[in-house]
């Protein structure tokens, strides 16, 4: 039944594993392009998007491909992010599963929007591609933008759940992924990538085809949604308005309780090398990739340095991070940034060891060896 | 003739022969927050009438603004979208996108349309979205209490020009349906006012023409409904009628600015 010449990979790839590749077109392409095809396979109704680098391959490749000829999903180039991001706020009100990309100061045009989209409880997917700021900044990739996501954005008390993608096949597999965390917690979710993610070329192993939810299924999945009023339910309303200062409370104690439960359910995290590690890095998205480098040329160096990746930004994954202050002599927060996510990192050990922080800003990428560095320097400082 | 021959009871003035005049299902038996004399309220009924003589209840879904019109999904019986401020017709855009067969309109005031969502509101009509926009042309914002709006007139008082509007300072009324009907994706640009039984009719008329054109597909249909605010512009309902009269509809002129047929 299954013959198998390659006997090394073998020793590396379980069973199942093999299979799936071998039965899956391993396809190259950017990150980008592997969030348009993504979106395209798993049922997206409707992407609204502007132009602007590093992202606009999404619209590009989504435009290429003419999806409204096949599974029906809507594309549309808006007049701004605005209007991108209040497209998706329309679209979800109804109940459809749709979806906008950018880039930085594009993402920060669309805060008004997805502040909105939280305080309506709207499921809907954000994509950033990250690039160096403040301002019009750089093209150069960057996570400048953490705080951004996982601290609010926009106005008022409200969580995005935040996935990291750290390759392409990952931008692929978070669409899917995304969608169904925004629907299961009627709650928008943002992929939060970089230049390098969205620009890189990799294999891929596109996600299978899904079809797009049909009315029966939205009217199951979606009560609420603003389809048009039939006879005998009472009318829904997407807003986010209550000036009853009381029933507004009670919203927002509603959306905390979301929140635990998402805290509760859904952080991702990835180890790597850490079971014997004596110094952990925590690195999310292409840091983490350029990290896992680092760990090589470490333990090849004698140092014993393991890695932490978060894979949602938000929920943190704060109790695994406590555990290893434990057993760590001290932890790196390595960011494409001055140090952002290393506050969350020093919330989660709470003082047990020692939390430092290595950036580098503006567009400019770390190389390992710098990585590691840091790490020697960290430890000769003890 | 005697005259309890002819008094009739409240049980003979309610039979259905005599019934001449009926609040629309649709719409809500709810206290509106409309001051007295506000077109808000006639406008509401007639996109409500429109809306059941078309048989579309459940096909419907309205776009409420940001403005005193906020809360026009507390008043008529439909599904809503509440947008930010400015952004209906980018919510309207999508919704009809995603449900070509829904009838998708947008409720909108000055500021809303015609200020903050002016660049949602062009693009919207230059798309040719098949979407009608309901447009409450009063010259001035109403929620926040009477603050300068695009169309307010030049030399008219509000709380954020006290000393009449400057044109100097504040640049001109803004006609934008006078734009938008220049854009090749409108059909249907038209302005009315609802402050006599016959201007109702008109309006009426003209908003259920903006529904069907919707319907078929035909492109955006814009309905400006030049209105009062007695309250903002601080006049009695019947004083405010004649203002209107006299100062907004020279500004901005009835009738139909385009119609495509």
């Given at each position: 039944m299954f013959t198998f010449p390659l006997v090394y990979s073998f020793t590396y790839y379980s069973f199942t594993k093999i299979k799936k590749i071998m039965n899956e077109e391993i396809k190259l392409m950017k990150g980008n392009e592997a969030i348009a095809h993504a979106a395209i396979r798993c049922g997206c109704d409707g992407y609204f998007g502007y132009p602007i680098t590093p992202q606009s391959e999404v619209l590009e490749t989504l435009a290429l491909e003419k999806p409204w000829e096949t599974t029906g999903m809507v594309v549309l180039q808006a007049e701004s992010e605005v209007a991108a991001i209040n497209m998706v706020y329309g679209g979800a009100g109804t109940g459809k599963k749709v979806m906008t990309s950018s880039s930085s100061p594009g993402i920060s045009l669309k805060q008004e929007g997805i502040s909105y989209l939280a305080g309506s409880e709207l499921p809907s997917l954000i994509v950033n591609i990250v690039r160096g700021g403040?301002?019009?900044?750089?093209?150069q990739p960057s996570q400048a933008d953490y705080f951004q996501t996982v601290k609010?954005?926009?106005?008022?008390?409200y969580r995005l759940i935040a996935l990291a993608p750290a390759s392409v096949q990952e931008m692929a597999d978070f669409v899917g992924l995304g969608f169904d965390l925004a629907f299961k917690y009627n709650n928008p979710v943002m992929i939060l990538s970089d230049g390098i993610i969205g620009q890189m070329m990799e294999k891929v192993v596109l996600p299978p085809f899904r079809p797009r939810m049909t009315e029966e299924e939205i009217t199951e999945k979606c009560p609420w949604a603003a389809v048009g009023k039939p006879a005998g339910r009472k009318r829904n309303v997407i807003t986010s308005l209550e000036l009853d200062a009381s029933l507004m409370e009670q919203n927002n104690h509603r959306f905390q309780k979301k929140y635990r439960l998402i805290e509760e359910n859904e952080v991702r995290y990835e180890e790597i090398?850490?079971?014997?590690?004596e110094y952990l890095l925590i690195a999310f998205g292409s840091s983490a990739r350029i990290c896992q480098k680092s760990v090589e040329i470490a333990r090849s160096h004698g140092i014993k340095l393991g890695l932490l990746r978060p894979i949602t930004l938000w929920p943190f994954p704060s109790k695994i991070i406590n555990r290893y202050a434990d057993k760590v002599k001290a932890m790196l927060s390595v960011e494409l940034n001055a140090g952002q996510m290393v506050e969350d990192v020093r919330l989660a050990v709470n003082g047990k060891v020692k939390v430092e922080h290595y950036g580098r800003l503006g567009g400019i990428v770390f190389t390992p060896d710098e990585i590691v560095g840091a790490v020697e320097k960290m430890r000769n400082e003890e | 003739m005697k005259n309890e021959e002819v008094r009739m009871t409240t049980k003979d003035i309610i039979k259905p022969e005599n019934l001449v005049y009926q609040k629309p299902e649709i719409m809500n038996d709810v206290p509106m927050h409309y001051c007295p004399g506000c077109s808000h309220g006639v406008v509401h009924k007639l996109v409500a009438e429109v809306i059941e003589e078309m048989g579309m209840q459940d096909k419907t879904v309205g776009i409420a603004p940001v403005g005193c019109a906020v809360f026009a999904y507390n008043y008529l019986d439909i599904d809503w979208e509440e947008a930010a401020h400015g952004r209906a017709p980018a919510l309207a855009t999508a919704v009809k996108r995603l449900r070509p067969d829904r009838l998708v309109f947008t409720y909108q005031g000055d500021g809303d349309l015609a200020a903050i969502g002016t660049a949602e509101t062009v693009h919207a009509c230059n798309r040719g979205e098949s979407i009608a926009i309901i447009f409450i042309n009063n010259g001035i914002y109403g929620m926040t209490g009477g603050q300068m709006a695009p169309t307010t007139l030049e030399g008219m008082k509000t709380a954020t020009c006290p000393y009449g509007r400057d044109v100097k300072l504040n640049g001109y009324p803004l006609k934008i349906t006078n734009i938008l009907k220049e854009l090749e994706g409108t059909r249907y640009i038209t302005r009315q006012s609802v402050h006599t039984a016959a201007a109702v009719r008109k309006a009426k008329k003209a908003i259920r023409k903006a529904f069907e054109n919707s319907m078929e597909d035909k492109g955006t249909s814009v309905v400006e409904i030049v209105s009062t605010c007695a309250s903002g512009w601080k006049l009695d309902p019947v004083q405010a009628n004649e203002w209107m009269e006299k100062n907004m509809f020279p500004a901005y002129p009835l009738g139909d600015l385009k119609n495509v047929e």
């Open positions: 403040p301002g019009l900044g750089t093209i609010g954005g926009g106005h008022g008390d090398e850490c079971e014997d590690a | -």
